[in-house]
């Protein structure tokens, strides 16, 4: 971990809007259990509507980002600001 100073131009809850160094355009921050929402959504949304390639891939980007930022969080020894549902990872 390391710490550096970041552009902040909206701090507004679940709509975080910073620039991190070296980047030439700002993100979005999306905190860990708005993302894991998302993927809950997603996944209904894939149950739903079968075999559609736009929504699984979706999908995948996004359970890509959970466990990207799951990983980061065990090897910090972090807790996950939510409760997991193995539905996710098992398809």
Known sequence: MRT???E???????????RH???KF??????????????AMADEACAKDGSNKELDRLRSA?????????IVL???DMQL????????LER
């Not at 902040?8 to 910073?18: F, G, K, L, P, W």
């Not at 700002?26 to 993927?39: A, K």
């Not at 996004?62 to 799951?70: A, I, N, Q, S």
């Not at 600001?81 to 996710?88: I, S, T």
């Open 26 to 39: 700002p993100g979005v921050l999306i905190q860990g259990d708005t993302l894991f929402t998302l993927c």
């Open 81 to 88: 600001p939510f409760d997991e549902r193995p539905r996710f």
């Open 21 to 23: 160094p070296g980047r």
């Open 8 to 18: 902040i131009y909206s701090d507004e809850t679940n709509r975080a809007v910073m």
């Open 74 to 76: 065990g090897e910090h």
């Open 4 to 6: 550096e100073s970041v």
């Open 62 to 70: 996004l359970l890509d980002l959970l466990l990207h930022y799951k």
